[in-house]
Nanobody, 118 residues
Framework: VQLVESGGGLVQPGGSLRLSCAAS???????????IRWSRQAPGKQRELVATISSGGTTSYGDSVKGRFTMSRDKSENTVYLQMNDLKPEDTAVYYCNVHTFSGNDYWGQGTQVTVSS
């Protein structure tokens, strides 16, 4: 299973972006999904968990993005989204989508670059 992230780019502080994550064959075809995550990694920093959505649809967010980012899943489109509002320079990073299954499998995408700069 290959995940593909898209939607990254250059945006000014205060701006918005919506990231998408899709899978070859569709995310819904991945068996026994436990949780889908968005994480990010800035240069020289450890990977940081940004948002998660459980198989039941419950979302949770890292403290640094609460109130600004919203994660959602469109099962009809087999796509997961990360709506990012009020972006800050410290949000600059490569953003990754990850699917974790109950059987312990993890699927990752290649990431999409988000740069917040004036």
């Amino acid at each position: 299973v290959q995940l593909v992230e898209s939607g990254g780019g250059l945006v000014q502080p205060g701006g918005s972006l919506r990231l998408s994550c899709a899978a070859s064959g569709g995310i819904s075809h991945i068996i026994s999904i436990d949780v889908i995550r968005w994480s990010r990694q800035a240069p020289g920093k450890q990977r940081e968990l940004v948002a998660t959505i459980s198989s039941g649809g419950t979302t949770s967010y890292g403290d640094s993005v609460k109130g600004r980012f919203t994660m959602s899943r469109d099962k009809s489109e087999n796509t997961v989204y990360l709506q990012m509002n009020d972006l800050k320079p410290e949000d600059t990073a490569v953003y990754y989508c990850n699917v974790h299954t109950f059987s312990g499998n993890d699927y990752w995408g290649q990431g999409t670059q988000v740069t917040v700069s004036s």
